[in-house]
């Protein structure tokens, strides 16, 4: 789960106690292997800022080189993600039907970035529509539950993430990803510093007990600053716009890592997957980025339209 805001309030990992009379003349002595260091809210420090980097590097390349190229990584990304989902889901014995639900993933994508959001609409029609008879082939026995939980992975993410599609599509479709990665991710950095530094009344304890309300207000200042900014430099539209969208994107983007914590409880698992060292699966690192989507999009289209 991507961390965004946090307190200080969680135990730091213990040290090592040493018995004070030393160690017996008869005992072996071992070498002591250090443990990957982590920060105080827990994380692989390192390995997450190495990951966070080369990932968003990797985006960006693709969309300066030319947007078309971003659109296989959206679609791999979606697919792992929605893969992880059926396998934490199936922790619940609800075993979703993943072949219609990854066909499903990838032709909402390419529709809705080919022929905009009436498409995307009626290919997640199609996809629920083969979840449903997919399932009930293999028999009666747990379908309903099968059913609801295959419909659920293909609404999140393969549905929302089709909204990045609608926003690549733009004439400045390159720029309006970017600036929708950027309004959402430094509400990760933003929560998270804020609230390791200054974190003491924890958001929602008996679901995140790590995020605090200092680091949801480091967020939405952080946020509100780089929406500015990036609308008025990037996209050439008015900053208040920009601030707006930024404030609303550090809320919806807290939320979104609330939900997935919830799930997560449910379902009784710690991370998504391990796929990404430091941030555990894709789907812990889309958490935030999969729900602000729909708001980001609805929020450019209505206050920042695309010239031309």
Not at 274 to 298: A, C, F, K, Y
Request: proline content about 6%; glycine content about 12%; some cysteine.
């Amino acid at each position: 789960m991507s961390q965004g805001p946090e307190t200080t309030t969680s135990d730091p990992p213990s040290d090592v106690v040493v018995d004070p009379t030393g160690p017996a003349d008869d005992a072996p002595s071992t070498p002591e292997v250090a443990a990957p260091k982590k920060s105080r809210a827990g994380r692989d420090l390192p390995a997450a800022i190495g990951v966070g980097v080369g990932l968003g590097a990797l985006v960006l390349a693709s969309l300066l080189i030319r947007k078309e190229f971003f659109l296989p990584l959206l679609v791999v990304a979606i697919c792992l993600g929605a893969w992880e989902m059926r396998r934490a889901l199936q922790s619940a014995r609800i075993n979703a039907p993943i072949v219609p639900i990854l066909l499903g993933a990838v032709s909402m994508l390419m529709a809705a970035y080919v022929r905009g959001a009436e498409a995307l609409a009626i290919t997640f029609g199609l996809t629920a529509t083969g979840i449903i008879v997919w399932r009930a082939a293999e028999g009666a026995r747990g379908a309903l539950r099968d059913i609801g939980g295959g419909l659920f992975v293909a609404f999140y993410p393969c549905l929302i993430a089709g909204f990045a599609s609608l926003l690549l599509a733009e004439p400045d479709g390159h720029l309006r990803i970017v600036f929708f990665v950027l309004v959402t991710v430094f509400s990760d950095i933003g929560g998270y510093a804020v609230g390791v530094l200054f974190g003491k009344h924890p958001m929602a304890p008996s679901v995140s007990p790590k995020k605090s309300w200092e680091g949801f207000a480091g967020s939405v200042v952080v946020c509100t600053i780089v929406g500015a900014t990036s609308m008025h430099y990037m996209l050439g539209g008015r900053w208040w716009v920009g601030a707006v969208i930024g404030a609303v994107a550090a809320a919806v983007a807290t939320i979104g890592d609330l939900i997935e914590s919830s799930l997560k409880r449910d379902l009784g698992v710690k991370d998504m997957g391990n796929l990404l060292p430091g941030h555990g699966g894709i789907m812990d690192r889309l958490d935030s980025l999969v729900l602000t989507l729909p708001v980001i999009w609805g929020l450019l289209w209505w206050l920042a339209p695309a010239a031309g």
